[in-house]
């Protein structure tokens, strides 16, 4: 199926470091979303972004909207120990049914 | 927490079984999605109920069906279960079918031998 493409697949940081991902899409998206996923866990929303060129954080998350409509990319800054997961890019294409197309997925691991 | 439940939380079946799932949506919300993630992938669109109806589909055949009740709750049903429907399978709800922001469970882990 349709998904888009999200880097690098997996990061190995220190704690404190700063942290960044990106995904891209060869399609328009109206909605992008960033989740995280613990193991055994299901994926909970992190960041929603509605607008083009539109920037927001939620404390050290900050996160894009590019203005193209077709890519995204989430920052985390002085990374801690609980932020070790998986994260993954969203896109909505608007439309009558809410479908999101979800991206690989980030790992990411940091060593204290 | 996001209020979003699933049962059972892991299961196995054997190919050609039948399997139910089920998903109580967060309180407030009348939409509810049901996806499918393999080992190491994405989440994957299987299907929107709304209003008790299916409201789009993704690349699933058939014999993935749905259901939703008149409290929101869900059921995803797959028939002639096959290897490779071995996955976790999400529900997320939200508050209708356009809004942009979905809540997921935890997921039921399901097992095909």
């Known amino acids: 199926g349709q998904q888009l493409n999200q880097s690098p697949q997996s990061m190995f940081i220190q704690e404190g470091e700063d942290v960044s991902m990106n995904c891209t899409s060869s399609?328009?998206?109206?909605?992008w979303l960033w989740y995280k996923q613990d193991p055994g866990e299901g994926p909970v929303l992190l960041i929603a972004?509605?607008?083009?060129?539109e920037l927001t954080s939620n404390g050290r998350l900050t996160a894009q909207f590019g203005i193209t409509r077709k890519d995204s990319f989430l920052n985390i800054s002085a990374s801690i120990p609980s932020d070790v997961g998986i994260y993954f890019c969203?896109?909505?294409?608007?439309?009558?049914?809410?479908?999101?197309?979800f991206g690989q997925g980030t790992r990411l691991t940091i060593n204290p | 927490e996001t209020g979003v439940t699933q049962s059972p939380t892991h299961l196995i079946k054997t190919r050609g079984q039948q399997v139910t799932l089920r998903c109580s949506s967060q309180?407030?919300?009348?939409?509810v999605s049901w996806y499918q993630q393999a080992l190491g992938q994405g989440p994957q669109f299987i299907f929107q109920?709304?209003?008790?109806?299916?409201?789009g589909r993704g690349n699933f055949p058939p014999r993935f069906s749905g259901l939703q009740f008149p409290n929101y709750s869900s059921e995803l049903n797959v028939n002639a279960l096959e290897l490779d429907d071995s996955a976790l399978y999400l529900c997320?709800?939200?508050?209708?079918?356009?809004?942009?922001?979905?809540?997921f469970g935890e997921g039921s882990r399901l097992t095909v031998l």
């Open positions: 997320a709800s939200s508050i209708g079918p356009i809004a942009g922001e979905l809540f």
């Open positions: 399609s328009i998206f109206n909605t």
């Open positions: 972004l509605y607008k083009a060129g």
């Open positions: 969203a896109g909505q294409e608007g439309g009558g049914a809410q479908k999101l197309v």
């Open positions: 309180s407030g919300h009348n939409t």
């Open positions: 109920y709304y209003r008790e109806e299916e409201n």
